[in-house]
């Protein structure tokens, strides 16, 4: 599959340029703006290169811990189904936490329930 860098970089500049403050917490669903990334990292999809993340852990008013979200049916120790996000069955895939700056934040979905949080996180601690 060809990566297109060069569009994503031009959108990634309007990312950058965007709302500084978003008002995020621990729990929270989002569309982010994750790009076009190197390898296996994961992508974000459509026309602005975003993917639903599930907000970890906040480290700053500017930045937190998202785990990306994926619609894909496929079973891994590391996809931890969560339920519905916009009506498409979701695992969070808690290999691949990362730190994001949270312009990249552009609309919150929801909340996930505690338990299922509790979860994940158990699993992060377990599997990282």
């Known amino acids: ?12 500049k309007g990312v950058d340029g965007g709302e500084l403050l978003k008002l995020y917490h621990t729990r ?3 569309w982010c703006s994750l790009g076009v990334n190197i390898g296996f990292e994961q992508n974000g999809g ?6 639903p993340v599930l907000v970890l852990k906040g480290m700053s008013k500017d930045t937190c811990y998202i785990i990306p979200l994926t619609g894909s049916p496929k079973k891994h120790k590391n996809r931890i189904a969560i339920g519905l996000v916009d009506n498409i069955e979701a695992s969070a895939i808690i290999s691949q936490i990362r730190l994001i700056d949270t312009k990249r934040l552009v609309e919150k979905i929801g909340f996930l329930d505690k338990s299922k949080f509790d979860e994940i996180r158990k699993a992060v601690k377990i599997n990282l």
């Open 1 to 12: 599959m060809q990566k297109d860098f060069d569009e994503w970089n031009k959108i990634k």
């Open 28 to 30: 929270e669903i989002w």
């Open 46 to 51: 459509g026309q602005e290169y975003q993917r």
